[in-house]
């Protein structure tokens, strides 16, 4: 209801022998009111579309979802590997920031002589964009080299509108008990630094429950994240239910296998273009289409890696005319890949 079909509508209902005209003392009686009319009806449209899930905003998408005892997965923190010379220092509960940067890292356990995981103390991905050299905030004596090495769990930011609205939307319509499929995805993929989760029930007799995962980045998952996943789901005593899993099933969590992709591609330029100035794009682009692949791995039974969608993308390049002869590991066809394998960027070459 606009501003003018209220007025419309009140003026209506004057008798014909009053002055409606604009300036009119009734016109300007009514007019203040229907502006106010409009900015209900305004008001009104909000409410509605906040009352539910598939338009409301963040704010009230929580509270809706909370009524069926969902929440955002929060923020979580990067945990890495650190490395410390010389080894025989405790450094446990010590801190550590990044030259030029805001992150700081409190030292957790050791793993070996040295080593120590790391977890970077502002929660989320950014978390997850550095390795190298740590600089200790309070004088540590002997201390002679500080360095993150590698990411064991990816830190993960609060979870975004849309993948909360899809979960809402989903628990009406997978029932998710102790023990089934749903329960186990669910369960899984809601621990911190997983991504991804796919179930194979009664994978080594009855009782066996194998859980594949993928990192919160939809990578391949490293041994601590496994291990982390494995105590929180079914710690030793395993089937015993002193985890997440139910007593009775023995659970077993691993991850997938990766398969190195090298493309190689025949190239036509636009005049005033090489391969050099192309180059990074199309590592970017290759590298984005494989990360899809990776992102929907939980949902399909296995990965097609797929040359026209690869010269797509590279002919959207700007500066390429055409694109043909491509090849996915030296073979003029698309590559399917095994069931827990996900493909990672290897190279392309120009023919």
Not at 26 to 53: G, K
Not at 106 to 132: D, F, H, Q, S, W
Not at 143 to 168: H, K, S
Not at 203 to 227: C, E, F, P, R
């Amino acid at each position: 209801m606009t501003y003018e079909e209220i007025l419309q509508r009140m003026l209506d209902r004057i008798p014909n022998n009053v002055d409606k005209r604009e300036g009119s003392i009734i016109y300007d009686a009514l007019a203040p009111a229907a502006a106010f009319l409009n900015l209900m009806y305004i008001e009104f449209d909000e409410i509605m579309n906040e009352s539910f899930a598939n338009t409301a905003s963040r704010e009230y998408l929580i509270r809706r979802a909370a009524e069926r005892g969902i929440e955002p997965y929060p923020a979580t923190n990067a945990i890495l590997r650190g490395v410390f010379t010389p080894s025989n220092i405790n450094l446990t509960g010590t801190r550590f920031n990044i030259p030029n940067r805001q992150q700081t890292y409190i030292v957790k356990g050791m793993t070996a002589a040295g080593v120590y995981n790391v977890e970077c103390e502002v929660p989320g991905r950014e978390g997850n964009e550095y390795l190298g050299t740590l600089i200790p905030i309070d004088y540590i004596n002997g201390l002679q080299t500080a360095e993150l090495t590698e990411l064991l769990i990816p830190g993960e930011d609060e979870e975004e509108t849309e993948p909360l609205r899809e979960r809402y939307f989903s628990s009406f319509n997978i029932k998710r008990y102790g023990g089934n499929k749903a329960d186990y995805i669910y369960e899984t993929t809601a621990l911190p630094g997983v991504g991804a989760t796919k179930v194979i029930p009664v994978w080594n007799g009855g009782g066996t429950v194998k859980l594949i995962i993928l990192d919160s980045n939809y990578n391949k998952a490293t041994q601590t994240l496994i291990n982390n996943v494995q105590d929180a789901i079914d710690p030793p005593p395993r089937g015993t239910g002193v985890g997440i899993a139910p007593i009775g099933h023995t659970v077993t969590v691993d991850t997938v296998t990766e398969t190195t992709i090298n493309i190689s591609t025949a190239l036509t330029y636009v005049s005033g273009f090489n391969w050099t100035m192309i180059q990074q794009e199309a590592i970017q682009v290759i590298q984005n289409y494989l990360m899809e692949l990776r992102q929907t791995w939980k949902n399909e039974p296995f990965l097609i890696v797929r040359i026209s969608q690869i010269e797509t993308r590279i002919l959207a390049i700007q500066g390429v005319a055409d694109v043909g002869n491509t090849r996915i590991n030296n073979v003029a066809a698309n590559l399917q890949l095994s069931e827990n394998a996900v493909p990672v960027y290897g190279g392309i070459t120009p023919q």
